[in-house]
Nanobody, 131 residues
Framework: QVQLVESGGGSVQPGGSLKISCTVS????????MAWFRQGPEKEREGVAS????????FYADSVKGRFTVSQDNAKKTLYLQMNSLKPEDSAMYFC????????????????????????WGQGTQVTVSS
């Protein structure tokens, strides 16, 4: 059974950078999707970045494109999200998620991730961007 544990969240000033990690345990299949979602207070959960485990292709929401980078180290079974040029509106709880299948949507494998498609979630890590 796949389990996910996020780490690396914290507080940073606007314009700063932060890298969060998701450690994967169990045996996730190669042809599947992983994603980072975020949820702010009184907001819906938003998929910000996703990747296909085998192809390593990526997808980004418009709100983070050019600033965030999702990557994976399959040997270490870790998913990363590098966040640069952070803005106060990036403040949220960030969740790692795993879907036991893949799709092609929005011009990418695992593109336009929707929470309903993901079956395994981490507990989340808080990111706060404030001066």
């Amino acid at each position: 059974q796949v389990q996910l544990v996020e780490s690396g969240g914290g507080s940073v000033q606007p314009g700063g950078s932060l890298k969060i990690s998701c450690t994967v345990s169990g045996s996730p299949a190669s042809g599947t999707c992983m994603a980072w979602f975020r949820q702010g207070p009184e907001k819906e959960r938003e998929g910000v970045a996703s990747t296909h485990r085998a192809f390593a292709t990526t997808f980004y929401a418009d709100s983070v494109k050019g600033r965030f980078t999702v990557s994976q180290d399959n040997a270490k079974k870790t998913l990363y999200l590098q966040m640069n040029s952070l803005k106060p509106e990036d403040s949220a709880m960030y969740f790692c998620a795993y879907a036991p299948r893949s799709w092609y949507r929005g011009g990418a494998f695992c593109g336009q991730p929707s929470p309903a498609e993901f079956e395994v979630w981490g507990q989340g890590t808080q990111v706060t961007v404030s001066s």
